[in-house]
């Protein structure tokens, strides 16, 4: 791969930036400074370092981000922010998507990523990946509605959702819900389904990942290398 190719895969530099730091001798290959930004590296053998730092080739990327209300679950969107738009501009070239659709005004934890195929399997419904969400609801909900839930419920357009589990707090208007599948506006729906009403929904985890309370709404980091292999082996 072209030296400048891989700065600007890993969200190093743009390559005009590579090439201004090859010129100045910024960036080292194998210790040694580059002569060319057109010269050819191997990714996963060659030490490259930028500006004294050195820049690690990653395979996939994996991003969680804790989503504020207001932005849309997409790469693109003419009108609405999309959740790709809280990551710095340069993780543009990465090909991040997000792994799964929260709506605009539901928060919590979001996986992006670059890896295809373990999004599609995580997203696989054969797969019963859980995903748990912290919910108000305008009415007080009673013990045989939540019954109900657990069994499934039966949407306005006919569809039978899964057993999803929850469990409420005292005052029966808040909660935490755990489903096995991801309908469009599903907790929603089943809420309708019962004649109340959705106030507000955070999700709190997806497969093996948990929502970390040290991480601000808006905010975002990488995996840890624990919660990565976790994800690669919730989607084996
Ligand atoms: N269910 C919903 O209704 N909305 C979400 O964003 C996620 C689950």
């Known amino acids: 791969m072209r030296l400048d190719k891989f700065l600007a895969v890993t969200a190093t530099a743009t390559r005009s930036e590579a090439g201004r730091a090859v010129r100045a001798g910024q960036v080292l290959v194998g210790g040694v400074p580059a002569k060319r930004a ?19 080739y990653r395979e996939h990327y994996y991003i969680l981000l804790n989503k504020p209300t207001g932005y849309v679950s997409a790469t693109e969107d003419g009108r609405e922010p999309t959740v790709l738009t809280l990551l710095p501009p340069k993780y543009t070239v990465l090909g991040l998507f997000p792994c799964g659709r929260l709506d605009k005004n539901t928060e919590g934890l979001m996986l992006l990523t670059d890896d295809g195929d373990t999004a599609h399997r995580l997203l696989s419904p054969r797969r019963h990946v859980e995903k748990r969400y912290r919910f108000t609801v305008k009415f007080p909900l009673t013990e045989e509605e939540c019954a109900r839930f657990r069994e499934g419920l039966t949407l306005e357009d006919g569809y039978e959702t899964k057993p999803a589990d929850i469990v409420l707090d005292a005052a029966g208007k808040s909660g935490v819900i755990t489903l096995v599948e991801g309908k469009y506006h599903q907790i929603k729906r089943m809420m309708q389904a019962l004649h109340n009403q959705i106030t507000s929904l955070e999700r709190i985890s997806f497969g093996p990942l948990t929502l970390p309370a040290d991480l601000p709404r808006g905010a975002w980091r990488a995996l840890t290398k624990e919660e990565e292999t976790a994800l690669l082996e919730a989607a084996k």
């Open 38 to 56: 057109d010269m050819q590296i191997d990714p996963t053998r060659d030490a490259v370092s930028y500006r004294g730092e050195p820049v690690l």
